[in-house]
T-cell receptor, first 111, second 117 residues
Framework: RKEVEQDPGPFNVPEGATVAFNCTYSNSASQSFFWYRQDCRKEPKLLMSVYSSGNEDGRFTAQLNRASQYISLLIRDSKLSDSATYLCVVNLSGGYNKLIFGAGTRLAVHP | GAVVSQHPSRVICKSGTSVKIECRSLDFQATTMFWYRQFPKQSLMLMATSNEGSKATYEQGVEKDKFLINHASLTLSTLTVTSAHPEDSSFYIC?????????????FGDGTRLSIL
């Protein structure tokens, strides 16, 4: 079983749509959680950290359910520029020490 | 701020060649640098963690004699793929973390695409 599992997609959505990605992780000792964005053939860039209380950054909302070992990302009012691969990332020892990446969910936003 | 530069961005070479990739933190001091590898449509996989002034810690299954890591200064780590073969073709990405500790985010370089013919 992979340590971090994501639906690879692709999710093809029109501009303005709301789209949600899910992720599960296998190690219950995981302490910190993130969503990264990776454009084609580029390095990953931190989108946001994820907390149990949920956190929102503009059109992006992330949520963590520790009991279910489940992480989500919601994107509202999708833009063309949101097209990318979204990587679910967990860290076992807290902070940013050793990151375990999911394989990513690809999003394609079309006009 | 927090810029990490990786060089070269693209390498194409013959089988058996050794390739060196540099990772530099441009505006901060990085006590720890990480080297990842990503095959097409797969996740980034941590290869090794490099601490300045000490030996790198390699992940299980990564050959330390094939992937030589040097982290001689607080702003530079290098990864040398020795005697590269076609199966080593991949996207190699480094990241760096400031000397302030493990709660600081990792900042990623823009990657090196290695193709071995």
């Amino acid at each position: 079983r992979k340590e971090v599992e994501q639906d690879p997609g692709p999710f093809n959505v029109p501009e303005g749509a709301t789209v949600a990605f899910n992720c599960t992780y296998s190690n219950s000792a995981s302490q910190s959680f993130f969503w990264y964005r990776q454009d084609c053939r580029k390095e990953p860039k931190l989108l946001m950290s994820v907390y149990s209380s949920g956190n929102e950054d503009g059109r992006f909302t992330a949520q963590l359910n520790r009991a279910s070992q489940y992480i989500s990302l919601l994107i509202r009012d999708s833009k063309l520029s949101d097209s990318a691969t979204y990587l679910c990332v967990v860290n076992l020892s807290g902070g940013y020490n050793k990151l375990i990446f999911g394989a990513g969910t690809r999003l394609a936003v079309h006009p | 701020g927090a810029v990490v530069s990786q060089h070269p961005s693209r390498v194409i070479c013959k089988s058996g060649t050794s390739v060196k990739i540099e990772c530099r933190s441009l505006d901060f001091q990085a006590t720890t640098m990480f080297w990842y590898r990503q095959f097409p449509k797969q996740s980034l996989m941590l290869m090794a963690t490099s601490n300045e002034g000490s030996k790198a810690t390699y992940e299980q299954g990564v050959e330390k004699d094939k992937f030589l890591i040097n982290h001689a200064s607080l702003t530079l780590s290098t990864l040398t793929v020795t005697s590269a073969h076609p199966e080593d073709s991949s996207f190699y990405i480094c990241s760096a973390r400031s000397r302030q500790g493990s709660n600081q985010p990792q900042h990623f370089g823009d990657g090196t695409r290695l193709s071995i013919l």
